[in-house]
């Protein structure tokens, strides 16, 4: 019933920029916390941002903090994150959480699918 669908990832070269999107469905959207992950090959899943229902807390991983803004529209249901200045180590696979807030995954009930960043050169 809940869905979070993840678009916006592709290819993007070292220093460029993407827009994630993510569109959720099934919950009552402007009453959930909720966050990105990324994980790469052979590595855990790691916090990227999260941001409470109302916009007003945000939070970031260190690694990407001043490059990634995360925001949210509640009427259409979506969390972005605005990716800036692109490196290798950003690549991985995105997803996104709803239900939480900070770095815990475990405080998360709802996960999408995920969606592909790959960084070049």
């Known amino acids: 019933q809940v869905q979070l669908v993840e678009s916006g990832g592709g290819l993007v070269q070292a220093g460029g920029s993407l827009r994630l999107s993510c569109s959720a469905s099934?919950?009552?959207?402007?009453?959930?916390?909720m966050g990105w992950f990324r994980q790469a090959p052979g590595k855990e899943r790691a916090f990227v941002a999260s941001?409470?229902?109302?916009?007003?807390?945000?939070y970031y991983a260190d690694s990407v903090k001043g490059r990634f803004t995360i925001s949210r529209d509640n009427a259409k249901n979506t969390v972005y994150l605005q990716m800036n200045s692109l490196n290798l180590e950003d690549t991985a696979v995105y997803y996104c959480?709803?239900?939480?807030?900070?770095?815990?995954?475990?405080?998360?009930?709802?996960w999408g699918r995920g969606t592909q960043v790959t960084v070049s050169s």
């Open positions: 099934g919950l009552t959207f402007s009453r959930y916390g």
């Open positions: 959480a709803a239900g939480g807030e900070g770095s815990n995954a475990r405080l998360y009930n709802y």
């Open positions: 941001i409470n229902w109302s916009g007003g807390r945000i």
